[in-house]
């Protein structure tokens, strides 16, 4: 093999390890994912040709290698401390007193680096020369499992380091997580074809990260963020935030959130501020570590022989409890749907006292086993309504009671009923109240009629003192305002407003009103869909099921809905009600409307600052494009908030063009 393949192969490895790092770590690439393809595939084939050139650093590697009998143990040559804790403010603040004291002044001010803590699984890469040789996960901080081949399989790992001259030696340490996106995505495709569910993103990395096959690992979502290093041979530092810059500038990724702060009110202002972002990131935290930035002061606070006295972990109160369920009942919804609902001891959870929280469906309770008495743990993220996450069933004491769905709905004493292939069960009455506080709550909802000043409770009072029976009777609240006016948290002004918010809600157009009527199956997109098909709501109401399920996007399910609402004698008055109220029902130009983004297809992700989901949908729409929840090779454009899901990922992956708020208003000016 003559030098000049050596070269290139070398070369290819370097730009193809340059390009990955752009990319994943980066988020930002310089060419398109066909260039890089095609760098790939030329060093495939020169490996192929010369196998000699397969070398373990090749991005060509990142697939896996063969499975494994057992991991060799491998002894860290610097031990892998552990944290002390901190549960509470206090707790920290006696941190801060000691530190003071161990250190008193020596080697000038003393300053806290922060970051937030990750909730994965540590371990150690070791590099020589600037090329990854090793790595293990921390075990029990003395001797870990080498994991190499499965460590080389993930993306944010770097096989080469990005660095003219790289130290001599160098171990990253950090830790390895999965995305809150990822773990859903493969625990939904897990659930659809059968396979046992990962509890958390946390068990789902240190499941993948044990796997003897490194091929498996290759599937697996995996992240490494890098918080600090071991042994360094050719290099030194004086302090954590150096080294982080350092591992930052050698293609590690590192935290986005961090500081260096000198006054404990800072380092309280930092764990609030990641604490309230907390739901918001996409991966789990669980606190906050903070370290004495120094090295030199690090050295002089000292060790025990577990961890370090120069940091503390100050963790964030636990999203995931353990309480008792003291009964289970069933609530009815808008589209009369029974769940139920455990009845908790309550106990507070990340900082929310919980002491409700869903059973989704009676194959959920089944599935999970849920019984009045059980010892349960309970879940909360953001604000998702509490969940049961699973039994301890140890606790079982043998008098615990099975629930049963009942028979007739709780509100109205219907029959209920579950239709073939679904997991809900329903009220079958349409005149049940349940049903029309939640329609009526839903008809006025932002995508709906839009009809500000009218919160849940004031909608159940309404309901409840028989002042509004349907939505129909909202245009004739007007008439009954005296009634209103001192009703709890309705002034004169309040009542007014909402009189006037409901006066103008008559406008509105006609995909809004279609997804008031809250059809069973029809969303926002799913109305406007409608509305630009049909134009009218009389051509909607006479629509056959045959001629709704052509439309493309309509399936049996949904078609056989519309289809029935429309000819429900109940609903066809309120429709008709509505209208002689005042509703105009408006008609709509058919086909996509017209305009700059005619043709085009959107996909959102992240929260923007100047629209809400529903606004920055409705500009697109009312310029002729599309927004579709999912990016495919027919997105046109992926519009990019503050914290963007991996539709960003794929984006990228897809060559899709990206665009930011700003660029939006820019392209909506124009
Ligand atoms: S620094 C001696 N920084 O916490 C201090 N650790 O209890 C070295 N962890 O197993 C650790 N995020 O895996 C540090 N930003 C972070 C961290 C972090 C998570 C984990 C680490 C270790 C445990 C220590």
Partial sequence: MDAKIKKRAEELRRLLEYHNYRYYVLDSPEISD?????????????????????????????????????????????????????????????????????????????????????????????????????????????????????????????????????????????????????????????????????????????????????????????????????????????RQGEAIEFLSSLG???????????????????????????????????????????????EIAGELSRSPRWAVAWKFPPVQKTTVVENIDVQVGRTGALTPVAHLKPVSVGGVTVSRATLHNEDEVKRKDVRIGDTVIVQRAGDVIPEVVKVITEKRTGKEKEFKMPGRCPVCGSPVARAEGESATRCTSLYCRAQQVERIYHFTSKGGMDIEGLGY?????LVNKEIIKDVADLYLLHKKSDLLIGMERMGEKSVQNLIDSIENSKNRELSGIIFALGIFGVGENMANLLASHFGSMEKLKDASAEELQRIEGVGPIVAKSIYRFFHDRNNISIINRLKEYGVRFPEETTG????????????????????????????IENRGGKVSSSVSNKTDFVLAGVDPGSKLDKARKLGVKIIDEDKFKRMIAD
């Fill in 592 to 619: 996509r409307r017209q305009g700059i983004f005619s043709g085009k297809t959107f996909v959102l992700t992240g929260t923007l600052d100047g629209y809400t989901r529903a606004e920055a949908k409705r500009e």
């Fill in 34 to 238: 066909a260039e890089y393809d095609e760098l790939f595939d030329e060093l495939v084939k020169l490996e192929k040709e010369y196998p000699k050139l397969q070398t373990p650093d090749s991005p060509t590697q990142r697939v896996g290698a063969p499975p494994l009998d057992k991991f060799p143990s491998k002894r860290h040559s610097i031990p892998m401390l552990s944290l002390n804790k901190a549960m509470t403010k206090e707790d920290f603040l006696d941190f801060d007193r000691r530190m003071h004291e161990l250190i008193a002044g020596e080697g000038g001010k003393m300053e806290y680096y922060v970051e937030p803590k990750y909730d994965g699984l540590a371990v150690e890469l070791i590099y020589e020369n600037g090329v990854l040789i090793s790595g293990s996960t921390r075990g029990d901080g003395i001797t870990g499992e080498e994991v190499t081949a499965n460590l080389r399989t993930v993306k944010t790992i770097p096989l080469i380091l990005q660095a003219k001259k790289p130290p001599k030696l160098l171990e990253a340490r950090g830790e390895v997580i999965i995305f809150k996106s990822d773990f859903d995505k493969f625990n939904k495709a897990r659930e659809k074809s059968g396979e046992e569910l990962f509890a958390n993103p946390r068990n789902m990395a240190a499941g993948s990260l044990r796997q003897l096959d490194s091929r498996i690992t290759a599937q697996r979502p995996l992240r490494f963020i890098a918080y600090g290093i071991g042994r360094v041979e050719g290099k030194s530092f004086s």
């Fill in 457 to 461: 409770k004031t909608v159940e009072v």
């Fill in 252 to 298: 590690f990724k590192v935290s986005e959130m961090q500081g260096v702060f000198g006054a404990v009110d800072e380092v309280d202002k930092f764990y609030n501020k990641i604490l309230s972002r907390r739901d918001s990131l996409e991966y789990d935290i669980d606190g906050i570590v903070i370290r004495v930035n120094s090295f030199h002061q690090q």
